[in-house]
């Protein structure tokens, strides 16, 4: 009898477990969708298994877990380079989403999770659109884990309303039950690897009423809620409008929670940190993006801050629209350097921090933690098989192997990627995905897309292109 399905042996195992064990010459079994075993290569060299890969001078880690990734803005790339956020937002997203269809939706979570898989993220976080049957479809079929909602808005005061053919413009009523449709087809789904989140999706167009009821319903439903927050330049609206910060409003209105997920939190106070940890929500950094679109998390915000306090900050790409790229090894080495640098303090998020982050606390602030961002026995068996034979690895020595992936690996040192105990990319080879049909339809999608945009003449290039 086989002890094991595949047995991956003789590689550098970070574990990411309670004791943050670092198994030199290390093993892991898998057995179905679970880890069945981590330990010394020697201690498993008589289990038999399968099958069995010879990982010598490579690592196995978790599987990264984008915290922040809207799969409908895969096509979008550089739609939103070099804009306000206002701008990006009512401007130039609203009217691309518009153009969406179901399966516009499916090519473009599949070039996403393409992006994803080939880097080394495994899991994913997405705020979500209103094509979402298609996002639901294409996770289904490519194997990707990940939780998405329906991005809720019921107002829509001047200056912050998206066009009169948005198909997010709805009531109340109608958001929640949009958002209700989606849990119900896919929320636990796919032998749980994929959920549903509920959704709100920008400060300025929630209202009070759809605060608690999607409260409500995420408690009911025992889901996530996903909501865009504290964005330095639509926070305004709310402070106009109530005389509070966001987060004080919400708290005020009692809906905040241990399953709300707050992505950006760049313009966050001190006194919004306190409400954020003791009602032990969690946050979402995605330090490109901030820095791509200018939303202050680095310069303003309190990362650094809500760390020390104990808040779970899990770590996101946002979209290739507004970052642009979905490699999280590039969002360790953000998260790691930028804070230091706007600080002046040099060890103020450490690698290992960087590197929980994009892992096991990232799986808490989705609340997956009992089943993924780590390797640990029992867990689902999400992992990542990363080459060190590459130049920009050697040397390594044991007090530096956490900091050559953070400040020296990059995404394609990735060589494979499992996800629930199936193998999505081996030798760099995707196996779900066909990628070469995806990349043409991303584009021909794209450019059809792009005719119909109202901005096209903003879109010419700056250099002359022949
Ligand atoms: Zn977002």
Redesign the pocket.
């Known amino acids: 009898m086989t002890a094991f399905d595949l047995k991956i042996e003789h590689a550098t195992v970070i574990t990411v477990d309670r004791e943050r064990r670092i198994i030199k010459d290390g093993a892991v079994g898998i057995k179905g969708d679970r880890i069945a075993a981590v330990d010394q290569a020697a201690a498993l060299a008589a289990a038999p298994a399968a099958r069995t890969i010879d990982a010598a001078g490579r690592l196995v880690l978790p599987g990264l877990v984008s915290a ?3 799969n409908v ?1 895969a096509l979008a790339r550089g739609l939103g380079d070099d804009v306000p956020v206002e701008l990006w937002t009512y401007g130039r997203i609203y009217p691309y989403e518009s153009l969406l269809t179901e399966e516009d939706a499916y090519w473009s979570t599949l070039l996403n999770c393409a992006e994803m898989i080939r880097t080394g993220t495994t899991c994913h976080a997405d ?1 979500g659109g209103y094509v979402m049957d298609g996002v639901g479809r294409a996770l289904t079929e490519c194997g990707m884990r990940g939780t998405f909602a329906w991005a809720g808005m019921d107002e829509f005061p001047k200056g912050y309303a998206p066009p009169a053919d948005f198909p997010g413009r709805k009531t109340t009523e109608e958001t929640l039950a949009a958002n209700e449709h989606l849990v119900k087809r896919w929320h636990k789904t796919a032998n749980d690897r994929v959920r549903v989140s509920y959704g709100l999706r920008l400060e300025p167009n929630v209202s009070d009423e759809l605060f608690q009821g999607v409260k409500a319903c995420a408690e009911r439903d025992h889901t996530l809620v996903q909501f ?1 927050c504290l964005l330095a330049g639509l926070s305004d609206a709310v402070k106009e409008k109530t005389g509070m910060s966001t987060v004080q409003w919400m708290a005020g209105l009692g809906v905040l929670g241990p399953n709300w997920l707050l ?2 939190m760049a313009d966050a106070s001190d006194s919004d940190v306190v409400i954020v940890r003791a009602h032990d929500a969690k946050v979402a950094h ?1 330090p490109g ?1 901030s820095m791509h679109s200018t939303y202050g998390a680095a310069s303003r915000g309190k990362v650094p801050e809500m760390i020390e306090r104990g808040v779970t900050v899990g770590l ?1 790409c ?2 290739t629209a ?1 970052n642009n790229s979905l490699d999280m090894f590039r969002a360790m080495h953000q998260v790691a350097t930028v804070h230091k640098e706007v600080r002046l303090v040099p060890d103020l998020i450490r690698p290992e921090k960087a590197l929980e982050m994009a892992t096991i606390d990232g799986a808490r602030a989705l609340g997956w933690d009992a089943e993924i961002g780590s390797l640990e026995v029992g867990k689902r068996a999400d992992l990542i098989v990363v080459d060190t034979r590459r130049p920009n690895w050697v040397p390594m020595h044991d007090f530096s192997i956490v900091a050559n992936l953070v400040y020296a690996g990059e995404g394609a040192d990735v060589e494979m990627t499992m996800v629930d105990g199936r193998v999505l990319m081996e030798s760099r080879r995707l196996t779900t995905i066909d990628v070469d049909r995806v990349l043409a339809e991303g584009q021909r999608i794209a450019e059809r897309i792009v005719k119909s945009l109202p901005y096209q003449e903003s879109l010419s290039p700056r250099w002359p292109v022949r």
């Open positions: 922040h990734c809207h803005q705020p865009h992505a950006h995605s993006a996101g946002d979209s507004a």
